[in-house]
T-cell receptor
Framework: DQQVKQNSPSLSVQEGRISILNCDYTNSMFDYFLWYKKYPAEGPTFLISISSIKDKNEDGRFTVFLNKSAKHLSLHIVPSQPGDSAVYFCAARTSGTYKYIFGTGTRLKVLA | KAGVTQTPRYLIKTRGQQVTLSCSPISGHRSVSWYQQTPGQGLQFLFEYFSETQRNKGNFPGRFSGRQFSNSRSEMNVSTLELGDSALYLC???????????????FGPGTRLTVL
């Protein structure tokens, strides 16, 4: 049972435009959500996180939105740059644990 | 500050063998988590250690085990290897980890295990 789903395996965006990566979850007990970026042959790198008590968090070009009623999370990258090309994973943590559930990833390609 | 290191980076084993993977966390980090990444499955949580104690465990068979030493270094062992165990095994460390904390997990580059 995949509790965290990234339904788009890949996404292509033109440089300078907005990239929107989506993530859906099923477990209402998740209290903390994160986005990671992964380049080939490297481990995932933390990007941005959001607590379930918030609906938006920004960090530079990256903004994460949380819609708890829809159990939906999205990452916006504005403007997109070629260096953003990577696989993006969303992850969620169950309240009261330190166990993170990851999605299957979305491969973002930013075209120059 | 050195990052999370994992050894070996690549490993080839045959079915039935056992394997031990090593992870050295960032200096000062006491929480170490292990994940398995396979194509199409994303990262699957294996277990998390803090102060030599396993605090959280994922849904993996007992063939997967781990331990943490007093210096926070961690090892993961897989016994009786199966073809399906071929994967990238990632280790992540954080300062304290634990329920309720939001300290960042830093990942190592992973160990690519191939089972023939």
């Amino acid at each position: 049972d995949q509790q965290v789903k990234q339904n788009s395996p890949s996404l292509s965006v033109q440089e300078g435009r907005i990239s929107i990566l989506n993530c859906d979850y099923t477990n209402s007990m998740f209290d903390y959500f994160l986005w990671y970026k992964k380049y080939p042959a490297e481990g995932p790198t933390f990007l941005i996180s959001i607590s379930s008590i918030k609906d938006k968090n920004e960090d530079g070009r990256f903004t994460v939105f949380l819609n708890k009623s829809a159990k939906h999370l999205s990452l916006h990258i504005v403007p997109s740059q070629p260096g953003d090309s990577a696989v993006y994973f969303c992850a969620a943590r169950t309240s009261g644990t330190y166990k993170y559930i990851f999605g299957t990833g979305t491969r973002l390609k930013v075209l120059a | 500050k050195a990052g999370v290191t994992q050894t070996p980076r690549y490993l080839i084993k045959t079915r039935g063998q056992q394997v031990t993977l090593s992870c050295s966390p960032i200096s000062g980090h006491r929480s170490v988590s292990w994940y398995q990444q396979t194509p199409g499955q994303g990262l699957q949580f294996l277990f998390e250690y803090f102060s030599e104690t396993q605090r959280n465990k994922g849904n993996f068979p007992g063939r997967f085990s781990g331990r943490q030493f007093s210096n926070s270094r961690s090892e993961m062992n897989v016994s009786t290897l199966e073809l399906g165990d071929s994967a990238l095994y990632l280790c992540a460390s954080s300062l304290r980890g634990g329920a309720g904390t939001t300290d960042t997990q830093y990942f190592g580059p992973g160990t690519r295990l191939t089972v023939l």
